[in-house]
């Protein structure tokens, strides 16, 4: 017949038709009468037949497919007609197979899955020559018996995921010999087989194998060219293993490999050269693992890569060219990394990228124009970071950007300039929620495409958006707002909600968003508002003394006088993202500083530390500040020497020292700026005048090879980390009899622990180079911070006279006519965050209370003025100062600091809790 209805094939029917070939009846409806012996014996057949596998359900859907699925089968069962192809036996208690299947020669696909399989006989498929899909995954097998699959020369698909096969395959003469019939495989699955090494030369026979599984195993080396006689592999599946290093051979020979799977492995850096001649992979998976930096070389050969995951490693510093073979790619995944700034060379080749993940960073810095180039790229996620600021030219060269996020940074509406959306012609999802966003300004949006349809403000502390903000947002159709102040409710009747068409949504809400029409969205009365000048992420109270003349011109004067400009021009900023970043932030603080009025305390102290910071961000306009110059900053050359080509120079150094220059390296020490120190140091060298030869300022064209550069985290010392450091520590606090190293109580310097050992043990303080010498030079500074003599006296006694800065032999505390039953309390939190060794904004703040709690006074000072003694604390603490007050002690305690750097950071962010967090070993780095 051509066609064929499914039928079942019951055992029970084919036990009737076995009694009726007996004439026998055997109901126990119908009672049995003894005859004789031979009937008895016939009787007990009955019951065996009857007994037999009555509950199987086999079914044969076609008349060349059978199945018997799930039908707790020990055994394959007989009856099996000879012109089956196709098998499915899966989800059965099979132990063995022997000969059950020598009457099944037709058989095309065997499906043995889930079995209680342990062992493959020589004899199991010995009539299995048409055999092409063999699925032995899920069983228990420990070993092939040789010969297994002598006769499965057409076997094109073997699965034998979820074994035990780990010590069978160790044994390279048996797997050999195993595999060496399958001439025709093209996919063999291994996958949790608990395999701990791939023996060479197990695979040399697969000549047609495309697809490898070896995920889930427990691999931790891949030896050199273990996989080249796999020349025709297209697929290699290596997750979840506990590979930790990819060595320059490892995949050598694998010429048509597509797509290559090292992710969930512990893979910590990656031979320069690895992927050398893998032209035809475009998919290289290297998620969660443990990279600390992407090297020049790294990926070097993959110029047909399209897509590349790097998420969830620990990379910090990826070196300049590191993607520039990658002219292919269209998707980027760097996202839950430790990147710290986005340069502008990072992203020169991927004209074609269209996906760019960098979300779940710590990035705080993006240099202007660092993604132009990236014509076609169309999502863009930097979720999750530090960024503080954005100007008109971070998004340039992104004429193809559809959505752009930026939800869950630092951005104030002050950071955010005016246009700063005006190159992105095509957008249509701008994500601003999470951030720091009080107000919006009529130029807020200013340039942004009439083209943005979604619009997400939400979880920001808006409470004001001016007339015109909205205006050219004609395309809208959804504003979120939720989670702002004043939109629990209704949103403010001042708002410019008719800008936008009648038919967008506005969502609101306190939590969860409530949506409405621009037409019959509830609308609430005018609300009271506080103004606010915003400096960084902080926003500070607009004081009496503010200034209102025009900033610029007296700023630029007053930091050519800090500067002792002279003849030599005023003042002009230093190139670079850091101090792109930071003008506004030193601007404002200048300007709520106002240094035209010395009357006002608060005034000066930020003017004061605004001029500081003169030195760290500007320059005098005519200095000659070259290529060579930074070189031999670099270097730290002397007056009569000059930077010299080092043995090791290449065609690649002019690049790595205009990047220096342009990321002001010479005044940053951050991971970015230390590798390409580094890399200088292997380029060039300081020699004297008469040995130089000239060194190119014009930055060359990326080279295809460069030498190995080294990331700050790559340089480990060898000796036992914490005895050596609580030794130098020690020493380096001078605690002589008094004790060892330990760190002072309080969350601040728990945090920070961890960063302070990290910056000491990749520091290596044994170590002579440069990046060891810098790296330990910032732990022994950290020291002071947050560690102590193990028998010093620090009570909280002492902690309030250091507060004060009171004389220790002839002054003491004592308390002053403003204090409050919240004094207390104030002094123990001063003491417990460790806050005489702290900058952080919590501890300035809690500084500024004791000064309106306590004052210095003479030891032999009368009882108006007690000494402080033990007093329990206050359940609850009674605010008993104001916000400028606080602002006022704070900022004159900033500008006490003696670094630049310090003091612009430490005016910057006088009010803002969140900088508690910052540890002491970033501040000392």
């Excluded at 951030?435 to 619009?455: D, H, K, R």
């Excluded at 009271?528 to 109270?541: F, K, R, V, Y």
Aim: hydrophobic share 40%.
């Amino acid at each position: 017949s051509s066609t064929h209805t499914p039928r079942k094939i019951n055992q029970a029917t084919s036990n009737e038709t076995l009694m009726k070939s007996l004439s026998l009846s055997c109901s126990p409806h119908q009672p049995w009468t003894k005859s004789s012996l031979s009937d008895v014996l016939v009787y007990f057949v009955c019951l065996i037949v009857l007994a037999a596998p009555a509950t199987a359900q086999c079914s044969q859907s076609t008349s060349t497919t059978y199945s018997c699925i799930s039908q707790a089968l020990t055994a394959v069962p007989s009856g099996i007609p000879s012109t089956i192809t196709t098998l499915s036996l899966q989800q059965n208690q099979i132990t063995s197979l022997d000969t059950a299947f020598s009457k099944l020669s037709a058989l095309t696909t065997l499906d043995l899955f889930t079995n209680n399989l342990t062992s493959i006989e020589t004899v199991a498929f010995n009539s299995q020559t048409a055999l092409t899909s063999l699925l032995l995954q899920g069983n228990q097998l420990r070993s092939i018996a040789q010969g297994s699959f002598s006769k499965l020369s057409r076997l094109k698909t073997l699965n034998m995921d979820n074994n035990r096969l780990g010590t069978f395959f160790s044994n390279v003469s048996a797997v050999a010999a195993v595999l060496a019939p399958l001439t025709r495989l093209e996919t063999l699955r291994l996958s949790s087989n608990q395999i701990t090494f791939i023996p060479t030369g197990a695979y040399t026979t697969l000549t047609a194998l495309r697809v490898l599984y070896l995920s889930s195993n427990q691999l931790v080396t891949l030896p050199n060219r273990i996989f080249a006689p796999l020349s025709t592999l297209r697929e290699l599946w290596l997750t979840n293993n506990q590979i930790s290093f990819v060595d320059g051979q490892s995949l050598a020979g694998l010429l048509e490999l597509r797509l290559l799977y090292l992710n969930n492995n512990q893979i910590g850096s990656i031979a320069s050269g690895a992927f050398f001649n893998l032209t035809r992979i475009t998919n290289l998976f290297l998620g969660t693992n443990q990279l600390l930096f992407i090297d020049v070389g790294t990926f070097i050969g993959l110029s047909g890569l399209d897509y590349l995951g790097l998420q969830l490693n620990s990379i910090c510093f990826i070196a300049v060219g590191a993607f520039s073979s990658l002219s292919s790619m269209t998707i980027l995944d760097l996202q839950s990394n430790r990147l710290t700034s986005i340069s502008n060379s990072l992203f020169l080749s991927q004209s074609q990228l269209m996906l760019l993940y960098l979300q779940k960073n710590q990035i705080s810095f993006i240099e202007n124009a660092a993604f132009t180039g990236l014509t076609r790229l169309q999502k863009l996620y930097l979720t999750e970071n530090q960024i503080t600021s954005i100007n008109n030219e971070t998004f340039l060269g992104l004429p193809s950007l559809l959505n752009l996020y930026l939800n869950k940074n630092l951005l104030s509406i002050s950071s955010v300039a005016r246009g700063v959306f005006s190159s992105l012609t095509m957008i249509l999802t701008l994500d601003l929620s999470g951030n720091l966003i009080s107000s919006i300004a009529s130029a807020t949006f200013s340039g942004l495409s009439m083209t943005v349809t979604e619009l997400y403000l939400d979880l920001n502390n808006i409470t004001s958006i001016a007339s015109g903000a909205f205006s050219r947002l004609s395309s809208l159709v959804a504003l979120y707002l939720t989670g702002n102040p004043l939109t629990q409710t209704c949103i403010p009747v001042e708002w410019p909600l008719g800008e936008l068409s009648s038919t967008a949504s506005v969502y609101y809400g306190e939590c969860c968003a409530t949506s409405a029409t621009i037409s019959s969205v509830p609308r609430c009365p005018p609300a009271t508002t506080t103004t606010t000048t915003t400096i960084g992420t902080t926003a500070l109270a607009t004081t009496a003394a503010a200034t209102t003349t025009t900033v610029m011109p007296q700023f630029l004067a007053d930091c050519s006088q800090s500067l002792g400009c002279g003849s030599k021009g005023g003042c002009v900023r230093i190139p670079g993202a850091l101090c792109q970043g930071t003008e506004a932030t030193i601007i404002a603080t200048y300007q709520n500083g106002n240094c035209q009025n010395p009357a006002n305390i608060i005034s000066q102290a930020l003017c004061t530390a605004a001029k500081n910071a003169f030195a760290s961000c500007y320059r005098c306009a005519t200095i000659n500040i070259t290529v060579e110059n930074e070189c031999e900053r670099a270097l730290g050359c002397s007056a009569a020497q000059d930077c010299g080509f080092a043995a090791t120079y290449t065609s690649a150094c002019p690049n790595q020292l205009q990047s220096f220059l342009n990321n002001n390296c010479t005044r940053s020490t951050s991971a970015t700026c230390l590798g390409l120190r580094a890399q200088i140091a292997l380029c060039y060298s300081c020699v004297t005048a008469s040995t130089i030869a000239p060194v190119s300022t014009t930055a060359a064209t990326p080279a295809t090879t460069a030498p190995q550069s080294v990331a700050p985290t790559a340089v480990t010392t060898a000796t036992t980390a914490m005895p050596q450091f609580l030794a130098d520590c020690s020493q380096s606090l001078g605690c002589g009899d008094k004790g060892g190293c330990v760190r002072v109580p309080g969350a601040a310097c728990q945090s920070s622990e961890q960063a302070i050992l990290f910056l000491y043990r990749n520091g290596n303080c044994n170590g002579t180079d440069f990046i060891s010498q810098t790296l330990c030079s910032a732990a022994l500074q950290a020291f002071a911070s947050c560690y102590r003599c193990a028998n010093s006296d620090l009570t909280i006694e002492n902690e309030c006279e250091k507060a004060l800065s009171c004389n220790n032999v002839t002054q003491e505390c004592g308390f002053r006519n403003t204090y409050s039953s919240a004094c207390p309390n104030t002094l123990q939190s001063f003491f417990t965050n460790n806050c005489t060794r702290s900058t952080s904004a919590t501890c300035l703040g809690l500084r500024a209370q004791l000064a309106l709690c306590y004052s210095c006074v003479a030891t032999t000072s009368n009882s108006t003025t007690p000494r402080i003694t033990p007093t329990p604390l206050a359940t609850t603490i009674t605010p008993s100062t104001t916000a400028a007050e606080i602002t006022t002690a704070a900022a004159t305690t900033a500008a006490t600091t003696t670094t630049a750097a310090t003091a612009a950071t430490t005016a910057a962010t006088i009010a803002d809790t969140t900088a508690a967090a910052t540890t002491a070993a970033t501040t000392a780095a």
